[in-house]
């Protein structure tokens, strides 16, 4: 049997080894890397609606604290909530955030998307002028704002029209104006109505609520719309809540509104998630109109599943590493343990079993010289008195001698002695007189 010199078997085969837990550690650090996606991004975009709508003036707030920490938060004007949605639901349009009301989609139309908590409420405002709009007759005629196709209020409007039998061409004039313009238009007498959702804080609602000749009207039969649609909310405006001088509205004005909610790709990294949720916290907790302090933001899944990132955070809030680091410290430090993850993942066991795999092949190395062995006995007992003894000393000194050269580790050099120990005894054997007694 030929068999390599001992040290460059040794050699060899560390060098296996190094090659296989190298790899291996690199395919583990690979995979965490391709999975946990460690390194946020350094920028993001954010939908929001037309200049003037409330939403568009929280999106430069989340910029601004976003800042801070190093992210860069780009905001992109669209239409309203539903463009911004269809926007969200195409990975190649960049955008990854959106504050959202319920009633746009679900999570069977936009699987791809999560909810990282409720923000505030969105009511549906109905204000008139020159007339006190109470049934659904009154609407005859009248030119009506319900604001920009792809928007919340336009997609809203229209289904809650129609429920009440107002439909376009028959009964009313629909114009599809932004929240500014319907203000504008309102107040100049252009238009009649104007139907307007956004939250309290709105320019265009704030605006007609204490001007002149404007009436806002109450929402007849609340809880049954509430009832019909449960991403419904109803709520009450009080009397002189708008402006307590002038009396505005002078009476208590039923509303229903749905909550909106920060809507995200579910692919968003948790790390932007996590300062989106912080930056929400410090933008919406305070007390308003229609909440109360700490309300929101709230955990609550409307049409869109929580994300697992919200839960965790509403949970126990930020991370150890987020609340006592900075940002891209925290990051740094997160991504070290995401690299040493794998690496003690994949180190620990192999650092446990290699040792074993090392001294069962220094193992089976001793055994088969010991096959050897065990060879050279038969042939020295059937060959009797016609052995060669030149050439069968030979033999067993090669033996000894690869025996000799060969390096184990301590624990197997007891096993490597008795070794050596039964080739000299087969040597002796070998030199004895031939007898027809001695057999194996």
Do not use: C
Not at 45 to 58: K, L, Q, R, T, Y
Not at 114 to 122: C, D, F, H
Not at 250 to 260: C, F, G, M, N, Q
């Amino acid at each position: 049997m030929n068999i390599l010199n001992d040290e460059r078997v040794n050699r060899r085969l560390l060098v296996v080894l190094a090659i296989v837990v190298v790899t291996l550690t690199a395919v583990g650090v690979w995979l965490t890397y391709s999975l946990l996606r460690p390194t946020p991004p350094r920028s993001v975009a954010m939908a929001i609606g037309p200049e003037g709508s409330f939403d568009a003036e929280v999106g430069k707030r989340y910029r601004e604290i976003l800042a801070r920490d190093g992210i860069e938060l780009r905001l992109v004007p669209l239409a309203g909530a539903v463009e911004s949605i269809a926007r969200l639901r195409d990975p190649k349009s960049g955008i990854s955030i959106a504050i959202i009301p319920g009633g746009i989609s679900n999570r069977q139309q936009s699987p791809e998307l999560v909810s990282l908590g409720t923000l505030y409420y969105e009511p549906l405002w109905l204000f008139s002028r020159g007339q006190h709009l109470e049934s659904h007759d009154q609407f005859r005629n009248l030119r009506i704002s319900i604001g920009p196709e792809g928007s919340a209020s336009h997609v809203l409007a229209l289904d809650f029209l129609a429920r009440v039998g107002v439909i376009e061409q028959e009964s009313a004039t629909f114009l599809r104006l932004t929240p500014q313009e319907s203000s504008v238009k309102l107040l100049s007498g252009d238009i009649n109505a104007v139907v307007l959702m956004g939250a309290w804080e709105t320019p265009a609602v704030r605006q007609l609520l204490v001007a002149k000749d404007i009436d806002l009207a109450s929402m007849r039969r609340a809880d049954a719309w509430v009832a019909l649609y449960p991403f419904l909310n109803k709520l009450v405006l009080p009397a002189g809540g708008a402006n307590m001088a002038e009396n505005r509205p002078p009476t208590d004005v039923v509303l229903i509104a749905p909550k909106a909610s920060l809507i995200v790709r579910g692919d968003l990294h948790p790390a932007i998630q996590y300062l989106l949720l912080e930056a929400a916290s410090k933008i919406h907790s305070g007390p308003g109109v229609f909440q109360k302090a700490g309300q929101f933001p709230a955990p609550e899944s409307i049409d869109l599943p929580l994300s697992t990132h919200a839960r965790q955070f509403y949970k126990t809030g930020p991370s150890f590493l987020q609340r006592n680091l900075p940002f891209w410290l925290a990051v740094l430090v997160q991504q070290v343990l995401v690299v040493l993850l794998p690496v003690v993942g994949v180190l620990y066991p192999l650092l446990r079993v290699l040792p074993q795999i090392f001294m069962s092949i220094q193992s089976r190395r001793i055994y088969s010289l010991y096959s050897e062995l065990r060879l050279l006995e038969r042939e020295l007992a059937l060959a009797g008195s016609s052995k060669d003894d030149k050439a069968f000393g030979e033999r067993l000194d090669r033996l000894e001698d690869r025996a000799s050269r060969l390096w184990v580790p301590p624990s197997l050099r007891p096993q490597l002695y008795n070794l050596r120990l039964h080739i000299r005894l087969v040597g002796e054997e070998a030199e004895r007189p031939a007898t027809p007694e001695r057999r194996l």
